[in-house]
């Protein structure tokens, strides 16, 4: 990480940035003084052992460790983190719930908290301190964050699923700007395919890249698995429309999207095969590393508009949520608040480089946004983002549908031509009324 | 087997009090010696088990007990689509997978067999992918078979057999057959040592009276090394098919299932199902419904186990 550097913090001017450059001793003090002053004081010896999902930018990781060290260094508390990969994470986690010992903290992902809300501690407080000092919370930091009244998780970030593309290809392509409404961007999919410059979206088992993009076409077109009470309305026009959109636009994709996982459409991208597919700002940061050429022919930009006239995008949110077995309840509350504080939280997302989007209002002036405009997309993303519950309720249900594969088979099913429209929406149908029940 | 009942030493004078007769008596000493071995089973295995049947007819999830639902599982199950798909998957997973094991092992076992030059180093070699962990050697396979990147498609390309890449893991029946015979490579070798072990126990003094007598490479294969290795063959294949059957490293590393579950096997959609779904009392059915699968097959490794009596006489263990 070598383009956020203290200086060009400092260039950026305000003194919001500049407090985002404590290094050292600077961070070391503030840390201390923080820790005098924080409403929660660490118990004497505490320990934390906290799980987080395992890092894609290792520059994201780097500054994760120093601030908890700093916190360490600060509170006497040793805080013992092991990583674990996206899919380990919820299993994992569950069984800890399950069994009442082994973690004290989980970073998580999607609805996480929710899936065992009689299991986590209430951090309301820790919400509403840093949602008064930082300009306030997105409504969808709300959505994740909250069971009923009660803070049950502090959304920490998001990480944006939106669309990678290659400039040059896409005004070869015939578009001047990149497609602002479904249809447009069907026309564009199947100009590049023409061009022998295909697009390529995962329509394997890839829990990350393969759901946020399928939820998307989905919503786009008015479909959804529950309603607002979360009754099954899968079997609609809608989700008809979507299904034809989708099969439609796999017709247009580099051949063998069925057998991709979450890393695949990254390596094709980055070796220059790909030119157009929906992931998180880490195509463009491994690029900028090996493939120079690529990271300065390619953009990224909103998912965009179907026909029911707003975004409907799905991002991954990054919740952390504390159990209500811990023995250090206020070293854990402390540690979540800690994390965000601005003097952390800005050089943290800074090392991320676009990787990791925050929820609190405030951060929309971090530099990492504006500092390169092609990571500018991402900074919004918590704003935009639904929940994996779409309109029904977010908890074990909609993990559920959602681990099951229930929408994406739906898709993958039709598109690949395994079974028609009628048989697709039935299949899943009949899962999400059971998941639902 | 030692006879078990010994005659209990008699005082001279005084009658043995019943505990004294106990302390003496091997029956229950030996009950005693038997209660660690015991204990391991209850605990590791029969408990585990009892406890998976159990979950299968509740319906809880991870982090919450559930209530009994009888049956409740099983008949979702049986309309379900995906998991008919799976046991189709299953089934022509195991028996195309153990019956090219078995015939590439059993010949690469007659072969380790003869005197080949570097004789132990050849077979130490043999075991290297049986040696490897199986998610490394998914991966190494999962590259071979990537969609941009696979170094068949790359050869081939080179070759100009093909114009474009193979889609390995992309197309359903690509797919099987890929995943198949990744589990061919990893399975062989064990079938193949395991095989060479029985072949060097038969007497070669068998081979000779036979080639004496005149017969043929065929008929000593087929009456001498072949009767004298049914049990071995019924025990490899017993241990290869239960292998294969509840194989999951390979599946779930490579295509978790997919492309459009059409490699989702019982083990893995029974693991996406509970500990991914969180529904563990249908994720338990699954795998219970795995178990008469599995005892089907061991009754037909017992079933060869006693061919090998009648073919030798019966009181011949």
Not at chain 1, 46 to 72: C, G, H, S
Not at chain 2, 111 to 138: E, H
Request: net charge positive.
């Amino acid at each position: 990480m070598t383009e956020f550097t203290r200086r060009t913090m400092v260039k950026g001017g305000t003194a919001f940035a500049a407090a985002a450059a404590l290094t050292g001793p600077a961070l070391l003090d503030w840390a201390k003084a923080w820790a005098q002053a924080a409403p929660w004081k660490a118990e004497k010896g505490a320990k934390i052992n906290l799980m987080r999902w395992r890092r894609f930018v290792p520059a994201e990781d780097e500054a994760f460790l120093k601030m908890i060290a700093a916190f360490k260094a600060a509170t006497g508390v040793e805080v013992i983190v092991t990583n674990e990969s996206f899919e380990d994470i919820q299993p994992k986690a569950s069984v800890v719930a399950n069994t009442g010992q082994g973690l004290d903290m989980v970073w998580g992902l999607y609805s996480l908290p929710h899936l065992f809300p009689a299991k986590c501690m209430d951090m309301t407080d820790v919400a509403n301190y840093l949602g008064k000092k930082y300009g306030g919370w997105t409504a969808s930091a709300e959505m994740y964050g909250k069971s009923g009244n009660k803070w049950i998780g502090i959304p920490v970030a998001t990480t944006g699923g939106l669309m990678n593309y290659r400039i040059s290809s896409m005004e070869k392509a015939g578009f001047k700007e990149f497609p602002k409404d479904t249809a447009a961007f069907l026309e564009l999919c199947k100009a590049l395919k023409k061009n022998n410059t295909p697009a390529g979206f995962a329509l394997g088992h890839a829990s990350g890249d393969a759901n946020t993009w399928l939820h998307w076409a989905l919503w786009a077109h008015g479909g959804n698995l529950v309603d607002k009470n979360d009754k099954v309305v899968i079997n609609s026009p809608e989700t008809v429309k979507a299904l034809e959109y989708v099969k439609a636009l796999y017709e247009t994709f580099i051949p063998g999207t069925a057998s991709w996982n979450d890393s695949s459409n990254n390596k094709i991208f980055v070796a220059g095969d790909l030119h157009l597919t929906s992931n998180g700002i880490s195509i463009y940061v491994a690029a900028q590393k090996d493939n120079k050429p690529v990271a300065d022919d390619m953009n990224h930009a909103y998912m965009p508009v179907g026909p029911v006239g707003k975004p409907t995008e799905l991002h991954l949110a990054f919740p952390i949520l504390t159990f209500n077995f811990t023995k250090a309840p206020q070293a854990c509350k402390a540690l979540s608040a800690f994390m965000l504080e601005a003097e952390n939280f800005n050089p943290w997302i800074a090392a991320a480089q676009g990787y990791l989007s925050h929820f609190l209002n405030d951060y929309d002036k971090n530099p990492v946004w504006t500092a390169d405009p092609k990571r500018t997309p991402y900074r919004d993303v918590s704003k935009r983002t639904l929940t994996p519950g779409g309109q029904g309720s977010l908890g074990e249900k909609a993990a559920a549908a959602i681990a099951d594969f229930v929408v994406f088979d739906m898709f993958a099913n039709y598109a690949t031509g395994r079974e028609d429209a009628k048989g697709a929406i039935a299949v899943a149908e009949r899962q999400a009324k059971r998941i639902y029940r | 087997m030692v006879d078990a009942t010994f005659p209990t030493q008699r005082a001279p004078i005084n009658e043995p009090t019943a505990w004294s007769r106990l302390k003496t008596n091997r029956q229950w000493l030996g009950w005693w010696f038997m209660v660690p071995a015991l204990g391991f089973l209850i605990l590791f295995l029969a408990y585990p088990l009892g406890l998976g049947v159990w979950l299968s007819f509740t319906d809880t999830k991870i982090g919450r007990a559930g209530e009994f639902i009888g049956l409740e599982n099983y008949e979702w199950l049986g309309g379900d689509s995906i998991f008919w798909t799976s046991v189709f998957n299953t089934l022509l997973y195991t028996i195309v997978a153990s019956a090219i094991k078995f015939a590439a092992g059993l010949y690469l076992a007659l072969l380790l067999n003869k005197s080949l030059p570097f004789k132990a180093m050849i077979r130490a070699a043999i075991l290297i992918p049986f040696i490897v962990p199986t998610v490394l050697s998914a991966i190494a396979f999962w590259w071979i078979y990537d969609t941009q990147f696979s170094i068949l498609s790359w050869t081939l390309k080179k070759i100009g057999l093909i114009s474009t890449n193979i889609d390995f893991l992309g197309d359903p029946w690509n797919a099987r057959w890929s995943t198949i015979f990744a589990n061919i490579w990893r399975g062989v070798p064990f079938v193949a040592i395991t095989l060479l072990a029985g072949l060097q126990t038969v007497s070669p003094s068998l081979y000779e009276a036979a080639t004496l007598d005149g017969a043929t490479p065929w008929q000593r294969f087929r009456y001498i090394t072949y009767p004298l290795l049914t049990p071995i063959i019924a025990v490899v294949m017993t241990f290869s098919v239960l292998f294969t059957f509840t194989d999951f490293q390979l599946i779930w590393a490579m295509t978790r299932g997919g492309p459009v579950n059409a490699t989702h096997l019982m083990a893995t959609l029974s693991y996406q199902r509970a500990i991914m779904g969180g529904s563990l009392g249908e994720g338990a059915a699954i795998a219970t419904a795995m178990i008469p699968f599995l005892l089907f097959a061991i009754m037909i490794s017992w079933f060869g186990l006693q061919r090998r009596k009648w073919q030798q006489g019966a009181d011949n263990d």
